[in-house]
């Protein structure tokens, strides 16, 4: 088993070296701007929008933590295994994102230095930041595309949690980050053929509900089909059964610092702090989680008669996703009904997954991020109003744009079902994907760490190291 | 019961839709600028001040996990539903905000368009952000005073914590965003009759030490009055007794979220980047806030030898609530005195609740918001040095000043008490405000959501959904 | 013992007045500007740098945070007693650094106005923001510079965690945060000697790997060995024992919030938002962190089998304390290796603390801040590039430079290790740092809070206030 992860690990050390060699003709003896003098003189960039990047980008990494708080809807038993997924998406992630994905999703979008190089399928120029990739512009949407990208592969973290294998994980995570993630991204924002599309004005979206929401989400799925059902998620006779979250409470602090990160993750997504549309992105993406967990709360009233606070949450996240792909291009009313219809998505899709699919998704993060997620989608393709980018959707009269987000939807789709398998497959039939029976009982935490999360007064009188 | 919740709920629809009339004047064919197309080219505006609002909105959302860590100093059994409260606050409130909240706040101030109308005692247009009121610069002071309004109401739910039931808390909630806290924020804020008082320079309140804080603070005091005590919180005697709190190191998290949102919350309220009287702003802010708990530290260690933990997180509140007002407006070394002095009050109005007006608060809102605040809008009329805006207080030549400052706190006080009142007595003879003895015994968390805050490791092996 | 107390408070009293004497020079009759009218129309310096400022300050108080949750590495029974250590450095610590500290450090400087006179060894103006130091450009550096300092000093908190008296804690801070730090800060950032060595170009660090890191973490060195191990740290075969942690999982809660901090500490110390070089300083934070947490997780696998959390999140911030010196200075592929290595220097540190000095530290201050550190020193002396101020290190022909950072290093560390065992010497012997070995089993919160850190469900009754 040891010399199948061996291979593996070449075979991805190869692919690379096959790719870098782009660095030798980008990067030659052509430096980039380090030091941006060129920019404070002539061109038109200015500070205000490096700093509203890199702010952007910081709270974008501070999401991270409402995610690891997202645990608290898992058993206490595998708590720390599942927080380490998601960081170390941020830590091997970005390793591998910096390797090569960066320069797959951002080569030949001409955004800055570095990122001449590139064709409708994929990007080719920019890996590592070395040569002319080394430049104040470049390294600026860099990182902001980088903790995008992290962010999205934690949620096959949230769909597998409990019963995945650590260092298959780790792979599958680096391969998002490298490959799955930026080609797809590369169509929509790198220049790549779905911005190019002869409808509307070919796919816009925003902050990524197709890329960062459907694509993690996707492959997310997959992930869950894969690696199978939790022991005892499908009682005999078929019917889902429920596990009391460990911490309900960690649930609301957990959106709440998502909610928070969302204020750089979609404002950001303008590229430029001087680009003043930014404002209705904040409005839009505050009132669509806002009214989805409105319609979320009084939802679960009428259905239950109490508030069920694991699904206000994650419908507040559902809004979000949605609005991710809209929020620049809509008026604010409209923002208000994509989050109502966001929470609708979240928990039909919930619906779906537990009863007719009968997929174990622990965190819900197919139905957050593939169903509310394709319905911020297509949402553009319906309320845009032209007063940004000239972008309408049919109830401003282009039925075209809406066509050209479903093509988008579709094509999100069968990128991340066919690469995601193609993934997991490999894995499952190389080193395994799921942990032991044994292992799954005892919890991950002990299995993988040797640890609980949260030992309390145990052991307080020390032990040898 | 479930009629009369129906009537009121109707009587808050018709209302809205008769200020919402406004619309078809203000918005008609006058468009807004929601581009920026307009901002980029000629205006003053620059796109500097845009992204310092909507750095400092987003971290004064951010507060809102700060406010639910506070809960750590409530009972386990109330955890829950104490946050959703704060949650519900940001959702509900802001969709009653956005409804009619922010023109009655903003309308008449003319700071953007969109914000044209209005009188003395409220605004009257900029409903729900469209017409002319779907503006970038619109938009960019409905999120910033949205946020602040939905800090503020979760005041509310400070005080009343433990034993409110959850719908009318609801309502409050939106009424408190709809209604109170928007017109007497009009009346400093958005041009009415405090902003023009002929005394010193009319009142002056920079973040609204009498507006977010009282407000809130003294709704707060009325829902504390008119639920009643928590069961046991009084003994036979009529002495106060303490419930322990179920986790106080919350405590340092929730003083620390909410310390680090305040430097969004009062250098935002210059509305602009650009007013380079921020970083004073800042220096104030963060010294009233260090010199209240240390303060409080050495008295606690003073008094009883120990330090008392949620004193000292409380009284730094204090501090911060109380230099909310002045921060702009005084130099240096009196923020240190303002912290001092805030941290005494703090702790003065507790005793005052518990011992004299024995009144039940259990996160001592109360004290804070209202006496420490109230000294807040007091300092101004003091050490205002005439540095900003030509303000002066009573130390440096302007006794007048002081009484502005001292006719705001009682319009303030009035204001909220007179509508709080209503309101509570209202929800307290229709719907009730009280919950029954067995679900307050029980523990709100069970009897509204079915869950306790930390299952832990309880019902691991799953159950039937 | 009282009396000792009283002595040592009005000593210190005592040299500050004496150093405050410079105010009525520097504050007579030439007021500084706190308005900034004189900014707005003429110099150079424009809202960006201040507001970029600002918010790197708010990111870095909020640091605060993350290092209360490191606390989950401790024993549960302290928990409480270490996190109000780390609050009291923000509080009574930067009491002192605004009493004095800001002064020493940046006197001489000629950053902004107050700031004008200071010598080789210290500066001398600028005391407590009074007089020409109540301007707008003064409060800004003040502030940022006064989170820095008080976040150093918590670095002692984690190395006495769990056995020092909480007084003489305080005392330390206020010294550290009025003394030991500024006067070595201003050795590099305030125009001192080391900023003038004549090899290479001076010393350079970037945000202070010597000066936060070291210092700090020197100083938390000394106060170890003074304070002593734990009781049962170290078993009769002397060799060192393991005490569990008590919330594991707040370890990566801690982690992702130090990292988020950290893109307000190392851009924000361009002191410009104008500076475009923040964006590759950036970068090179980011990627250090992600290489060092890389680095251990396979290390730890590779050594144990398992996946060590603790060490992890602990070399993650030992890839971010290496990159704080250097981080503005080297290429982006150079960060990389810096996070690699500092994560060796961390385990390798922490292999000699425990087993070769034998010294007690339980959350691995000194291995992160002192041994990473020092890397980071060093490693600017051999990777600059030159791009960033002209500063080579012998990678690119400058030999000179890995001298003068061999000299900070050696210079930093004799600072702080002469006065910090001056300081806790002086305490040893007057009112005593270690507490009974009563106080220390029954756990601290109980001995100087009377309470736990997460009484739960314990005592919901009530009791008499």
Redesign the interface.
Request: glycine share 8%; with cysteine; aromatic share 18%.
């Given at each position: 088993m040891k010399i199948r992860r061996l291979f593996i690990f070449l075979a991805l050390i190869a692919a690379c070296f096959y790719f870098v060699e782009g660095i030798a003709e980008a990067g030659g003896n052509l430096p980039g701007d380090?030091?941006?003098a060129g920019?404070?003189t002539g061109k038109s960039q200015v500070?205000?929008d490096?700093?509203?990047l890199?702010?952007c980008?910081?709270?974008v990494?501070?999401m991270?933590?409402g995610v690891?708080?997202f645990?608290g809807f898992l058993?206490?038993?595998n708590?720390?295994n599942f927080?380490?997924h998601?960081?170390?998406d941020?830590?091997?992630g970005?390793?591998a994102f910096?390797f090569i994905g960066g320069a797959f999703l951002l080569g030949g979008s001409e955004l800055a230095a570095g990122y001449e190089h590139g064709n409708w399928f994929m990007g080719t120029s920019g890996f590592?930041?070395?040569g002319r990739a080394?430049d104040?512009?470049n390294?600026?949407f860099?990182?902001f595309n980088?903790v995008f990208c992290t962010i999205s592969v934690s949620f096959i973290a949230c769909a597998v949690a409990e019963r995945m294998k650590?260092?298959p994980y780790?792979i599958v995570s680096a391969v998002f980050c490298g490959w799955i993630y930026p080609v797809f991204g590369h169509w929509v924002w790198g220049g790549g053929w779905l911005a190019h599309l002869p409808f509307g004005s070919g796919v816009w979206d925003f902050s990524g509900s197709s890329i960062v929401h459907m694509q993690g989400g996707i492959v997310a799925w997959v992930g869950a089909i894969v690696v199978g059902p939790r022991i005892?998620?499908f009682?005999k006779d078929g019917?889902?059964?429920?596990?009391?979250?460990?911490?309900?409470?960690y649930g609301?602090?957990g959106?709440?610092?998502l909610?928070?990160g969302w204020?750089?993750f979609n404002?950001g997504a303008t590229l430029l702090?001087?680009?003043?549309?930014?404002?209705?992105v904040?409005?839009n993406t505050?009132?669509a989680?806002?009214?989805a967990?409105?319609t979320m709360?009084f939802l679960s009233?009428a259905m239950t008669g109490?508030?069920?606070?694991a699904q206000?949450c994650v419908a507040?996240l559902g809004g979000l996703a949605a609005i991710t792909c809209s929020c620049a291009f809509i008026?604010?009313?409209a923002a208000?009904i994509v989050g109502v219809i966001a929470a609708l998505c979240y928990r039909g899709g919930k619906y779906l997954m537990?009863w007719v699919f009968k997929i174990d998704d622990p965190l819900d993060s197919v139905a957050v991020h593939v169903w509310s997620g394709m319905w911020g989608v297509l949402s553009l393709g319906i309320f845009a109003d032209g007063?940004?980018e000239g972008v309408r959707g049919i109830l401003y009269g282009d039925a075209g744009q809406l066509l050209a987000q479903f093509i988008c939807v579709c094509a999100s789709a069968a990128w991340a079902f066919a690469n995601g398998f193609a993934l997991f497959l490999i894995l499952k039939y190389t080193c395994g994907v799921r942990v032991t029976k044994e292992q799954e009982e005892m919890g991950l935490d002990q299995a993988?760490?040797?640890?609980?999360?949260?030992?309390?007064?145990?052991?307080?009188?020390?032990?040898?190291?």
């Open positions: 380090p030091t941006g920019e404070r500070p205000i490096f700093i509203w890199m702010y980008a910081s709270i990494l501070f991270k933590a690891c708080f645990g058993r206490q038993k708590m720390l927080s380490t998601v960081f170390m941020s830590c091997s970005s390793m910096w590592m930041n070395v080394y104040i512009t390294v600026t860099w990182v980088c650590l260092v780790i005892g998620k009682g019917k889902p059964r429920f596990f009391k979250p460990h911490n309900v409470f609301y602090i959106i709440i610092i909610w928070f204020f750089g404002p702090g001087t680009d003043l549309r930014l404002t209705i904040c409005i505050f009132l989680a806002a009214s967990a409105t709360f009233i109490k508030v069920n606070i206000v507040t008026p604010v009313w208000v537990d007063s940004y993988y760490h040797g640890v609980d999360a949260y030992p309390g007064r145990a052991h307080e009188e020390g032990e040898a190291a």
